[in-house]
């Protein structure tokens, strides 16, 4: 009982924050041109704050073996996904390339951050874990920006890797080398306070983008809801994807914080970004914000109850 709390405390913030951007784009107090500005501003800025906030001075990031597997596993579980997602589109009832790509991209990206952050500091003490989990990022960011960026547009290998150097990632190696060189426990303090108030600005900021997103194509989604597309993501995603990540928990030799990654992203919804990223490389966001919204809401119940088994089942 005190998990599905603790997984609610952390979910239903998240959905609300969206509703709240839903809200302000009908308001038109957010408006279609400020989206591009404002997302520049969260990749570029806020989340390479958060990153640098919750990595420096991690003791589990010391650890080689969290360093080189964690983003191993991100990108292999992503590339998974996406194979096994692409292949079940026939299976929805979508016609169009591009929706089948939506599905497969979609579908195949768990979220990564924005509820599996604030559960990583709910349930596990410290920062270890939560500084895996970016590491073990860098991994699906890297799928997210190379392979799921090729299935939405077609683009060939050389652009979508351009897409992957990015702020972020460039805050996770400045942040690893200061840990290896012993330098991030000499920072001033004013220095990182102001870093960890704007980190603390990036979650909130994606997530009413998404909302605004969201408002744009809701009509679209309710105008034919597609019960074979919404039916085929929560088994895919809520159910049968989960299962191959605990599998791969129970039996890689990894870190507790690893460990505990896995399990936290194995009962994971469908990711939020898509739905921006459908919009910006030729997808569907439709199609996009069903697998969303229907893995989001199913995943309030089925969440704990994967944690609660993933915890068990891999002895944590």
Not at 60 to 78: D, K, R, Y
Not at 127 to 139: D, K, Y
Not at 208 to 234: M, N, P, Q
Request: net charge positive; hydrophobic share 55%.
């Amino acid at each position: 009982m005190q998990e599905s709390l603790t997984v609610l405390s952390a979910v239903v913030p998240v959905l609300g924050i969206i509703v709240i951007g839903l809200v302000i784009r009908k308001l038109d107090w957010l408006t279609e041109e400020a989206d591009h500005s404002l997302l520049r501003v969260n990749i570029n800025l806020l989340f390479p704050c958060l990153i640098l906030d919750k990595s420096l001075g991690n003791p589990a990031l010391s650890n080689m073996g969290n360093l080189l597997l964690a983003p191993a596993v991100g990108f292999l579980t992503v590339a998974a996904g996406f194979a096994i997602a692409w292949y079940c589109a026939r299976f929805t009832g979508l016609v169009e390339l591009k929706a089948k790509r939506t599905f497969a991209v979609t579908v195949g990206l768990y979220n990564y951050g924005y509820v599996p952050l604030p559960l990583s500091l709910m349930l596990f003490t410290g920062t270890e874990t939560a500084g895996v989990l970016f590491v073990h990022n860098v991994g699906v960011e890297l799928a997210m920006w190379t392979l799921g960026v090729m299935i939405f547009s077609g683009a060939g290998v050389g652009r979508s890797w351009r897409n992957f150097i990015n702020a972020p990632l460039a805050a996770i190696v400045v942040s690893l080398v200061l840990n290896a060189v012993g330098a991030a426990n000499h920072a001033p303090r004013a220095l990182l306070n102001g870093i960890g108030w704007l980190g603390q600005c990036a979650i909130p900021m994606s997530l009413i983008l998404i909302g605004a997103v969201v408002a744009d194509h809701l009509k679209e989604a309710h105008a034919d809801w597609g019960w074979r597309v919404i039916t085929s993501a929560c088994v895919l995603r809520l159910g049968l994807l989960p299962i191959g990540f605990l599998l791969l928990a129970k039996y890689l030799p990894a870190s507790v914080e690893l460990k505990r990654v896995m399990v936290l992203e194995a009962a994971m919804p469908a990711a939020v970004f898509p739905i921006v990223m459908s919009r910006h490389y030729g997808g569907d966001p439709p199609t996009a914000l069903r697998v969303v919204l229907a893995t989001s809401i199913i995943g309030m119940v089925t969440i704990p109850l994967w944690i609660r088994f993933g915890m068990k089942y891999i002895g944590l």
